[in-house]
T-cell receptor, first 114, second 114 residues
Framework: AQKVTQAQTEISVVEKEDVTLDCVYE???????LFWYKQPPSGELVFLIRRNSFDEQNEISGRYSWNFQKSTSSFNFTITASQVVDSAVYFC???????????FGAGTRLTVKP | SAVISQKPSRDICQRGTSLTIQCQVDSQVTMMFWYRQQPGQSLTLIATANQGSEATYESGFVIDKFPISRPNLTFSTLTVSNMSPEDSSIYLC???????????FGPGTRLTVL
């Protein structure tokens, strides 16, 4: 069975600080996909990244970076020089290739204070 | 990418009534999913809706309570039947296109049951 754990329920930082959101997953499949979504106060889900299980290369997109480590079953998300607009709930999710349905972690509420 | 719309965007309903939520995708997709997000919680998969077959429900969700239709490759409906206040949630539709890179989400339907 697939499972996603986001141990950090809430994080609060001051603007311009770096922050890392942790995500640990469990799956028996060798082919799977990992995702991060952002849910701002307006409620819509904003897609941030998809990573497949065969690609462990870390990715950077502007102030966002992701660290995928199969050895520790982790897919952590770092925001560099955080901004107030980064305040949102961030969800990590896992999808196994065989059925494509997505299992979400509990989410981490990030508050960035000015 | 795909654009997903949902109707209604929100509704307030009386206990014991039913509400049908519509999900429209702007392009043909292979798989569509319905999720529930209870207040302050993460997303939970209700069911997978594939065109031409019955929906597949997750543990804890039954067809009598959440009947789903998928008449074609761009449209699906979810009905929340015999509603109670515990059904107050955001219901989200999502879609995955075969070979695509992300699972797209609709804006959600915010349901309040009195």
């Amino acid at each position: 069975a697939q499972k996603v754990t986001q141990a950090q329920t809430e994080i609060s930082v001051v603007e311009k600080e770096d922050v890392t959101l942790d995500c640990v997953y469990e799956t028996r499949d060798t082919t799977y996909y990992l995702f991060w979504y952002k849910q701002p106060p307006s409620g819509e889900l904003v897609f941030l990244i998809r990573r497949n299980s065969f690609d462990e290369q870390n990715e950077i997109s502007g102030r966002y970076s992701w660290n995928f480590q199969k050895s520790t079953s982790s897919f952590n998300f770092t925001i560099t020089a955080s901004q107030v607009v980064d305040s949102a709930v961030y969800f990590c999710a896992l999808s196994e290739a065989k059925d494509n349905d997505m299992r979400f972690g509990a989410g981490t509420r990030l508050t960035v204070k000015p | 990418s795909a654009v997903i719309s949902q109707k209604p965007s929100r509704d307030i309903c009386q206990r014991g009534t039913s509400l049908t939520i519509q999900c429209q995708v702007d392009s043909q997709v292979t798989m569509m999913f319905w999720y529930r997000q209870q207040p302050g919680q993460s997303l939970t998969l209700i069911a997978t809706a594939n065109q031409g077959s019955e929906a597949t429900y997750e543990s804890g969700f039954v067809i009598d309570k959440f009947p789903i239709s998928r008449p074609n490759l761009t449209f699906s409906t979810l009905t929340v039947s015999n509603m109670s206040p515990e059904d107050s949630s955001i219901y989200l539709c999502s879609a995955w296109r075969l070979g695509g890179n992300e699972q797209f989400f609709g804006p959600g339907t915010r349901l309040t049951v009195l």
